[in-house]
C-alpha cells in the first residue's frame, strides 16, 4: 500500500481494517467462486493529485490461482483487476470525476465466474446518492504463472496475445498451453484459407490447402504431445508410473534410463516426450501412452467424436506430401478410380479445419473430466 493511502476501521459501519482486509480476502479468494469484499478509505486518498498509487497492493490467495488488485491511476480513475490463472484478467475502472467527496467513504470488491464489480459509496447513511459503481464480464488478458512463480499477464483491452513464449536467461521459463499452440494453428489455418478462398488460381488454392493439412496434422501431434505432459501434473502421476508408459513405446530403454536421462537434463521425466522418440501422430501409439500413463482411452474419444476417419486420412495425406513425389492436388489419387476424386479444394479445407478443431475441443474437455 502506498504511504499516503490510509484504510480505517473505525467507523461506524465497522469496515475491516486493511490488514483484516487482506486476510478475508486471501480466504474467500480460495474457498468461495464468489465473494465480495468492503473497506473504508479517507477521501484524501483519492482527492490528492499525487495520491497515484495502489490502495490494495497485489493480493494472491495462498494457493496463488486468483488475486486482486486496486489502485489510482492518472490522478482520477480507480482501477480493480481480479485474475485467475488459467482463466484470465478482468478489470473495472471508475471516473473520479463523477464522485461526489466525502470525508470518507466505503470502496466494494465483487467477483464470480460471471463478472466483476467496483462500488464506492459514502459511509454515513445520512448521505443522500453518490454511489458510483462499474462492472465488467470482459477477459481482457491471459493469466499464467512461469516456472519460477511469477504470475505474467498475456495481452490487454484491445491487444489479443496469439503466442508465446518467454525465456530467462536461455531456459524457457513460460510455453503456451496444448490447447492454445492448437488454437494458434487453427488461427493461421483460417487464415491461408481466406486466401485460397479468394484465388481464382486452383493451383495456388490446392497448394494452400495442402499446407493447412500439414499443418493441422503437426497441430494434432504437438497438442497430443503437450497434453500429455500437461496431464502428467495434473493428475499427480508419479515419476517411475511415467518412465514405465514412456518405455513401453520408446523402444529398447528401461525405465530407469529415462528417469536418468531426465534427471541429468534437470527436468520432469514427462519433458523427455518432447524428444520425439514417441510419435503421437501415430493414433496407436499415442492411446498406448496415454492408456498407460492415465488410463485414458484416447482412441475411444476419437472414435466418439466420429471424426477419426478423416483424420487419419488426413495424417496419411500429410505424410505424402511432405515425403512423396505424388503431387495431392486429387487427395485420394491413389484410390481413383473407383472412388470419385477429392480436391484439395477450399471447401475441402474448411471442412478438415472443422473436424480438427472440433475434435480438439472434444479431446480437451474429455482430458480434463
Not at 467462486?33 to 495502489?54: I, K
Not at 508465446?164 to 491461408?192: N, W
Request: glycine fraction near 6%; proline fraction near 2%; aromatic fraction near 8%.
Amino acid at each position: 500500500m502506498g504511504s499516503d493511502m490510509v484504510l480505517s476501521g473505525d467507523n461506524p459501519q465497522e469496515f475491516p481494517s486493511l490488514d483484516e482486509a487482506v486476510e478475508i480476502l486471501r480466504t474467500q479468494l480460495d474457498q468461495q467462486d464468489e465473494g465480495s469484499l468492503v473497506f473504508q478509505v479517507r477521501e484524501s486518498n483519492l482527492s490528492s493529485e499525487e495520491s497515484d498509487g495502489s490502495l490494495i497492493q497485489e493480493v494472491e490467495s495462498d494457493s496463488g490461482k486468483k488475486g486482486i488488485r486496486l489502485w489510482k491511476k492518472d490522478g482520477n480513475h480507480l482501477v480493480y483487476e481480479f485474475f485467475e490463472v488459467g482463466t484470465g484478467l478482468r478489470r473495472c475502472v471508475i471516473n473520479l470525476d463523477e464522485f461526489t467527496a466525502y470525508s470518507d467513504f466505503f470502496v466494494s470488491l465483487t467477483w464470480s465466474a460471471a463478472e466483476i464489480s467496483l462500488y464506492i459509496g459514502p459511509v454515513s447513511d445520512d448521505y443522500e446518492g453518490g454511489l458510483v459503481s462499474e462492472s465488467s464480464s470482459e477477459i481482457i488478458a491471459q493469466v499464467r504463472r512461469d516456472k519460477n512463480g511469477r504470475l505474467v499477464i498475456l495481452g490487454d483491452s484491445g491487444v489479443e496475445v496469439g503466442y508465446y513464449h518467454v525465456q530467462e536467461a536461455g531456459q524457457d521459463t513460460l510455453m503456451p498451453q496444448s490447447k492454445e499452440i492448437f488454437d494458434f494453428s487453427e488461427t493461421k489455418c483460417r487464415t491461408l484459407l481466406r486466401v485460397a478462398e479468394d484465388t481464382d488460381d486452383f493451383l495456388i488454392e490446392s497448394t494452400l490447402v495442402q499446407q493447412i493439412i500439414v499443418m493441422l496434422v503437426t497441430g494434432l501431434e504437438t497438442y497430443l504431445e503437450e497434453r500429455f505432459i500437461e496431464m502428467c501434473s495434473e493428475r499427480g502421476v508419479q515419476e517411475e508410473e511415467i518412465a514405465n508408459a514412456m518405455a513401453s513405446v520408446y523402444g529398447p530403454v528401461s525405465d530407469e534410463a529415462l528417469l536418468d536421462r531426465a534427471e541429468k537434463k534437470g527436468i520432469p521425466i514427462q519433458e523427455l516426450a518432447r524428444e520425439q522418440q514417441i510419435n503421437f501422430q501415430d493414433i496407436s501409439e499415442a492411446h498406448e501412452i496415454y492408456s498407460r500413463a492415465f488410463g485414458f482411452n484416447l482412441q475411444d474419444c476419437l472414435n466418439n467424436t466420429g471424426n477419426r476417419g478423416l483424420i487419419e486420412r488426413s495424417i496419411d495425406a500429410r505424410h505424402t506430401i511432405i515425403h512423396e513425389a505424388t503431387d495431392m492436388t486429387i487427395l485420394n489419387i491413389d484410390r481413383v478410380p473407383p472412388q470419385e476424386p477429392i480436391f484439395a479444394s477450399h471447401e475441402y479445407g474448411l471442412e478438415i479445419i472443422n473436424t480438427f478443431s472440433e475434435t480438439i475441443d472434444e479431446l480437451h474437455q474429455d482430458t480434463k473430466s
